[in-house]
């Protein structure tokens, strides 16, 4: 079974500082990787995925993220940061064969202080 | 293009009164379907899934059901709420295969 841990339930930066949440997960077996962003009152928006190739992975709205498999971790992070990017933040994790269970992380609440 | 729509998206009911939750998706066939709960300030609890018509997978025993009458409708249901079941309901679809998922804007269930 997999599981997914997400450290840090809050994360308070400043708007253009740069900013990392971290993601380790446990898996006995090949896994698909998913960040995920949730503003308030709405539904989840995929952020990026690694599905497999490149470690490190490209996202929408500036972010990216890189696959450690010896590290088992799938940080995500941003260089500069917007007001706008105030969201939950939520880890996933997949197995490559399967019904496409997702197990997701508890969250990390980021906060951009102006 | 796909899209997936969820509703309604806010709804206050008592104590023992029944539910339904309606999540459709257009644009795509044979999706798998999935009801995830997000209690406050936590994360995302899978309730259930479906790969096909029919065929519901349940992953927390609780007093919910859920029921997949075509193709790309997932209806939740509940017989009686209780206080526990308030939070905000989340109806996700994915291409089979290993895909991400595609969530709709979810509903927020008060039960009082």
């Known amino acids: 079974a997999q599981s997914v841990t997400q450290l840090d339930s809050q994360v308070p930066v400043f708007e253009e500082a740069p900013v990392e949440l971290r993601c380790n997960y446990s898996?006995?077996?090949?896994?698909?990787l998913f960040w995920y962003v949730q503003y308030p009152n709405q539904g989840l928006q995929l952020l990026l995925k690694y599905l497999s190739g490149s470690t490190l992975v490209k996202g929408i709205n500036g972010f990216e993220a890189e696959f450690n498999k010896s590290q088992t971790s799938f940080h995500l992070r941003k260089p500069s940061v917007h007001i706008s990017d105030t969201a939950e933040y939520f880890c996933a994790v997949s197995e490559k064969a399967g019904a496409n269970n997702l197990f997701f992380g508890t969250g990390t609440r980021l906060t951009v202080i102006p | 293009s796909q899209t997936i729509h969820q509703w309604p998206a806010t709804l206050v009911q008592p104590v023992g009164s029944p539910l339904s939750l309606e999540c459709t998706v257009e644009?795509?066939?044979?999706?798998?379907l999935y009801w995830y709960r997000q209690a406050a300030g936590r994360g995302l609890q899978l309730l259930f899934y479906s790969v096909g018509i029919g065929q519901i997978s349940s992953e927390v025993p609780q007093n919910l059901s859920a029921s997949r009458p075509q193709d790309r409708q997932f209806i939740l249901s509940s017989k009686k709420l209780l206080l526990s079941d308030s939070g905000f309901y989340l109806c996700a679809w994915a291409a089979q295969g290993g895909s991400p998922l595609h969530f709709g804007n979810g509903t927020r269930l008060t039960v009082t």
């Open positions: 644009g795509t066939s044979n999706p798998n």
């Open positions: 898996s006995s077996v090949s896994v698909y």
